[in-house]
């Protein structure tokens, strides 16, 4: 099968490994970095921003979700555009190799991203910034080819921190209606918004309460929003803070991916284009609604048929979709249609590595400028821990696709963990086991085991022999409250555990408990692989705030000599307390720190020697 060609793509990175820190003089920072963008003439088919962050090289992590943006300038020009908007994780226990990255796509800021632009990078907040911080990358991929639609013009219609719940002042008084006048070659056009809420008022609003946004056009409403975001299924988990909480349109460590409505703009033909927050006063009003929003002009689609590969999600290394993989199930691929007709019939050929390609007839409808998930319909399996997976989309409408070279695309594949025909599900409940559900099904959505909370009870290990025939399987794990089986913030609601045993009670997985609203394990069972156990210690301490008391819960499957140092935060060679255990591979483990100054520790697990444990205690007055 021959692939379509390579699309040429290049990088421009304004931000290299750069240390962030804040001003808290001012409560914002800005880094400001020129860089060289393609040249006007050269055809842009689509600019994605990667956003990567680090821990910096000589100062830990940062601790808290502050809002950043980053901002484009053209040289000699004053008017500035917030192409994204990062809401920094809470970075509190992360170590020195943690790293995460982040993808948004910014074509539609294309026509500002040409020859020389300033691209400010702006942190916010007020934490210490001379032994906390960021290391950040900033790196726009860039494709050439023709675009999906030549774009005409870009108009700043709002950008503020509009006040919102003022009996005084409402928001409607700021976000009034933007009138344009569409240029004689317009098609249509595309309002691209970026809003986050911000603030707590007595209500929790604007952080913590759902409120709707309408966007009206020529005075009819077109779309409707609730500004709400669950976070307990966050990609990037555990965090140090309260990374659980659903927020306004956002979460902790989440680079905001804007919302987009087309706007069946008429050429040379003057539009008017409004938003709306649903209504809202209260007493002693706090809230904030961030918003940025551009109206973008484009000319007709360049192709009635085009078809895009957007993103390989199962299977996939990327960090985003690291709670849906290793993966061995059926394959999902996320598609774009960039013709003007509608897309209902597309070939997909797609194969691991050393295999003979499958071919699956799509049949479904997206409408132009619209995504879509697909679900393919053949198990992937290798082998070989790790192979590449290929895509190709073809004939979209039973036609050429007008721009073939986005319709190829690869991922990484890593091997799910083979697993035994006989498993034992061991749970142990924290307080609240009513809010827990676990079950295996496999690819097909057959469900081979499943317990739900109707007779469980607080603070009780279950213990589940499971058989399976061979096959592809799913273990999920479901918590409704969101936060896990243990989370700092409700101490109360004690600490629970879940783990896969072979028959002989080895560990083959253990899971972190603290894992937001669920659990999502792919494995296989498989006659001609044996299974590997899971021989890393599993380490957890709770309560992590704390009068004095704590407890370290240590599991593994084969007895060693390990040591456990509780050393201060900000010096670690300042020992507290140092225990040893001999031969010791079960159990928990009790201390009493409540002697000590009410500040933060690390408590430190070593094994044989090597640390495999560090975690933050703050002890509370």
């Known amino acids: ?20 820190v804040t001003d808290p003089s001012k409560g914002r920072n800005s880094y400001k970095r020129w860089a060289m963008f393609p040249e006007k003439q050269k055809a842009i088919r689509s600019i994605v921003l990667n956003l990567k962050f680090q821990c910096p090289d000589t100062i830990r992590c940062a601790d808290w979700d502050y809002v950043d943006h980053i901002k484009a300038r053209q040289k000699n020009d004053s008017t500035v555009y917030e192409i994204a908007r990062m809401l920094t994780p809470y970075g509190g226990f992360f170590q020195k190799d943690w790293g995460f990255e982040w993808r948004v796509d910014v074509t539609d800021f294309s026509l500002i991203l040409r020859d020389e632009v300033e691209i ?69 056009s595309k309002i691209k918004i970026h809003q986050t809420g911000h603030g707590m008022d007595a209500n929790g609003c604007g952080e913590f309460c759902s409120k709707y946004r309408d966007i009206v056009f020529n005075g009819a409403l077109v779309d409707r929003k609730d500004l709400w975001m669950e976070c307990g299924d966050n990609p990037l988990f555990p965090q140090a803070g309260t990374w659980i909480f659903d927020r306004a349109n956002w979460c902790p460590g989440y680079l905001v991916q804007p919302d987009e409505v087309l706007l069946p703009t008429v050429s040379g033909e003057r539009f008017t284009i ?27 689609a360049n192709a009635a048929n085009d078809v895009t590969l957007v993103d390989i999600i199962q299977p996939s290394s990327r960090m985003t979709h690291r709670r849906k993989n290793p993966f061995g199930g059926l394959p999902v691929i996320r598609v774009k249609n960039n013709g003007s007709n509608p897309l209902k019939t597309l070939n997909i050929v797609y194969h691991l590595d050393g ?4 071919r699956h007839p799509w049949v479904g409808h997206i409408a132009f400028g619209e995504e879509a998930l697909i679900v393919l319909p053949t198990e992937v399996f290798s082998l070989k821990e790790t192979a590449q997976f290929h895509v190709v989309l073809e004939k979209p409408n039973g036609k050429k696709d007008a721009f073939s070279a986005d319709n190829t695309g690869r991922s990484t594949y890593h091997r ?12 142990k409940s924290n307080f609240k086991p009513h809010q827990n559900t676990y079950s295996i099904q496999n690819s097909f959505g057959d469900v081979s085991f499943e317990k739900d909370s109707t007779d469980m009870k607080p603070n009780t290990v279950y213990r589940d022999t499971v058989r399976l025939k061979p096959g592809h399987f799913n273990f999920k794990f479901n918590d409704t409250a969101g936060d896990g ?91 507290l307390e140092q225990h040893n255990y001999y031969n010791f591979s079960k159990g928990p483990l009790n201390f009493n720190l409540s002697y000590l100054p009410k500040q933060r520790y690390y408590i430190k697990v070593y094994l044989e020697g090597e640390e495999v444990y560090k975690n933050r205690i703050r002890l509370k007055e």
Not at 285 to 295: G, N, Q, R, T
Not at 537 to 556: E, K, Q
Request: with cysteine; charged share 25%.
């Open 416 to 427: 799910p963990d083979i697993l035994p025909e006989t498993i034992i599900v061991y749970y």
């Open 355 to 358: 295999e003979r390609p499958k």
């Open 120 to 188: 400010d990078y702006i942190h916010t907040g007020y934490e210490d910034n001379k032994t906390r911080g960021w290391m950040v990358t900033v790196d726009f991929e860039i494709t050439y080819g023709t675009p999906v639609a030549t774009p005409i013009a870009i108009h700043k219609i709002y950008e503020d921190n509009y006040k919102y719940g003022y009996a005084d002042d409402p928001i409607e008084n700021h976000l009034i209606p933007v009138t344009i006048n569409a240029d004689p070659k317009t098609d249509f």
């Open 485 to 575: 089986l243990e989370f700092w913030f409700k101490a109360k609601d004690g600490r629970g555990e879940v783990k896969l045993l072979d028959s002989l009670g080895r560990a083959i997985k253990q899971f972190k408990s603290d894992f937001g609203s669920h659990i999502n394990y792919n494995f296989a069972v498989r006659n001609d692989m044996s299974y590997v156990l899971d021989n890393t210690p599993s380490v957890a301490v709770f309560p992590a705030r704390t009068d004095g008391p704590i407890t370290l819960d240590y599991f593994c499957n084969t007895p060693a000599d390990i040591k456990v140092l509780i050393v201060d935060q900000e010096d670690e060679s300042k020992i």
């Open 274 to 300: 409004d938003i709306n927050m649903e209504p809202y006063e209260t007493e002693n009003p706090s809230a904030m609604e961030l918003i940025s929003a551009f109206v973008v002009e484009y000319e007709a």
């Open 1 to 20: 099968m021959g692939y379509a060609h390579a699309q040429e793509k290049v990088h421009v990175i304004s931000h290299n490994k750069e240390t962030i």
